[in-house]
């Protein structure tokens, strides 16, 4: 993405978790913040319950890493003629803000591509650009995870309530990722036709992509899966399943297709001699005497701990995962060996701070990144690269316009 510059005018993780793709994948993403309070994640100090070092900001560095900051007041007449000025130099505007307050400032469709008429207007949204509820804002925990059904899904009916969303920003992420590949597709079209696009994620749409294979067979069958308490129900496939070790961890078995499997994988769960047992010797018997077999491997799991586990499945042909906190994921071998891993400097010095990098790598290389600025950090430098004065700089500053 050299060579491509992108204006974003948004706030929290949604919107700028795309521009911070864009900026790893090297365009020049240049981020406008309101010149007295930055972006109001900013002023997040508490994160899911645990609080925040407003110097080392999770919820600033994730979206927002390898971005320069401007500082406009878009509400004035000289911040919206700023605005217009690096609309004019960009090749995307990136916006999350709600259509009344898009035309009240004066930067929706119609304004920017006034300025330039060949221009990507990329817009993230709680619920659609269109229909009955364009106007209304929501965030990842309303639109993405409860509107949408995935909270429901993902809640066992015996709970009692509704299962919250334990991860902050969650579907923002994923949505971010989607906005960042809608742009990449509009900048390729324009560069084959001439035409610009406007490109339009919604937080809504996101989930039900990620839900999609669920949703379609509910749309077909009238049923949808819907999560178990765990230890319900009857198994099915007892190759399939989390089961307790010794010591309280979780090794889930995948073995989706059991076929020509039984063996090795009753030999790695220490019990050979149940490949010979005719229950569960060939495929058929064996999901027809699930109960049973699932009883068989919960003991043996139960008999050894979790690391153990980790260890001696790693030989097994079949499919398994450790159950693990994201925060065993950090320090996961193949997670390191996969760069997934970032480290940046940050303005007020200290430790390096650590990022997860996007999900895509090209040629297999680790992407370079740099930290999220501080607000209104390159304003002054941004705009000279325009060819604007310094007199009309100072002057602007001193109308409120920029900082």
């Not at 401007?70 to 000289?78: C, F, K, L, N, Q």
């Not at 979780?250 to 039984?262: A, H």
């Not at 650590?354 to 501080?374: C, D, I, M, W, Y």
Request: with cysteine; hydrophobic share 40%.
């Amino acid at each position: 993405m050299a060579g491509f510059r992108v204006l974003e005018l948004a706030q929290f993780t949604f919107v700028p978790a795309a521009g911070a793709i864009l900026a790893d994948w090297g365009a020049d993403v240049i981020k406008v913040e309101h010149p007295v309070r930055g972006d109001t994640q900013r002023g997040f100090l508490n994160m899911g319950g645990i609080q925040v070092d407003p110097d080392r900001h999770p919820l600033m560095e994730h979206p927002n890493r390898g971005k320069r900051s401007v500082g406009i007041d878009v509400s004035t007449p000289g911040g919206q003629e700023v605005l217009y000025e690096l609309a004019r130099a960009s090749d995307v505007f990136l916006t999350n803000y709600l259509p009344a307050q898009r035309q009240k400032n004066m930067f929706d469709v119609e304004h920017i591509r006034g300025v330039n008429p060949n221009i990507v207007y990329a817009r993230g949204t709680a619920y659609g650009d269109k229909g009955p509820e364009r106007d209304v804002g929501g965030y990842d925990g309303t639109a993405f995870w409860t509107r949408s059904g995935i909270g429901y899904a993902l809640t066992p009916e015996g709970l009692g309530g509704a299962l919250p969303q334990s991860i902050p920003a969650f579907g923002d992420s994923i949505g971010g990722m989607n906005i960042a590949g809608g742009i990449s597709a509009a900048l390729l079209h324009r560069e084959r036709t001439g035409e610009a696009l406007e490109v339009d994620v919604s937080l809504l749409s996101t989930a039900w992509w990620a839900a999609g294979a669920s949703m379609t067979q509910g749309m077909e069958t009238g049923e949808v899966m819907r999560n178990a308490m765990p230890g319900s129900g009857a198994s099915v496939n007892p190759f399939m399943g989390n089961y307790l070790t010794s010591d309280g961890g979780t090794i889930n078995l995948c073995v989706i297709s059991p076929t020509g499997l039984i063996r090795d994988t009753f030999a790695h769960l220490d019990i050979p001699e149940a490949a010979d047992d005719p229950r569960f010797a060939d495929v058929l018997p064996l999901i027809q005497n699930a109960d049973a077999a699932a009883e068989l491997i919960a003991e043996a799991f139960a008999r050894k701990p979790f690391d153990y586990w980790r260890q001696h499945l790693k030989t097994m042909r079949g499919q398994w995962a450790p159950f693990q906190s994201l925060l065993d994921l950090a320090a996961d071998e193949q997670a390191i060996a996969n760069d997934m891993v970032a480290e940046l400097e940050l303005a007020g010095g200290g430790e390096p701070f650590k990022v997860v990098r996007g999900p895509v790598q090209f040629n297999h290389e680790p992407l370079e990144t740099s930290r999220a600025p501080q607000a209104s950090e390159h304003t002054e430098l941004v705009l000279m690269e325009l060819g604007m004065d310094w007199d009309r700089i100072a002057e602007l500053k001193e109308a409120g316009a920029i900082a």
